[in-house]
Nanobody
């Protein structure tokens, strides 16, 4: 049984930082592309960042480039999202997702496994 469990969300002021973590179990973690998505109230789920199984290839949404960094530790089955210079428009529920693939994928519909999400709220 595959499980993805996010943690690290919370309330932060604009300009602040948060580090999200996602613990994966029940899958061959090192063979899965890992992604972060987010969904704000009244909006569709959107891509944030993704990382290849080796960590050698990444992709970011334009809105977070230069502010967010995705990383993974295959020995610990963990993926992280370091979020700096946070803005109120980053407020959303953030989801960790996984798909067995070689190339980085940005489309949510392709991902097989999803976590329950963690709330990030950025106050102005």
């Amino acid at each position: 049984q595959v499980q993805l469990v996010e943690s690290g969300g919370g309330l932060v002021q604009a300009g602040g930082s948060l580090r999200l973590s996602c613990a994966a179990s029940g899958l061959t973690f090192s063979r899965h592309v890992m992604g972060w998505f987010r969904q704000a109230p009244g909006k569709e789920r959107e891509f944030v960042a993704a990382l290849s199984w080796s960590g050698g290839s990444t992709s970011y949404a334009d809105s977070v480039k230069g502010r967010f960094t995705i990383s993974r530790d295959n020995a610990k089955n963990m993926v992280y999202l370091q979020m700096n210079s946070l803005k109120p428009e980053d407020t959303a529920v953030y989801y960790c997702a996984a798909v067995r693939n070689v190339l980085v994928i940005t489309e949510a519909r392709v991902y097989n496994y999803w976590g329950q999400g963690t709330q990030v709220t950025v106050s102005s």
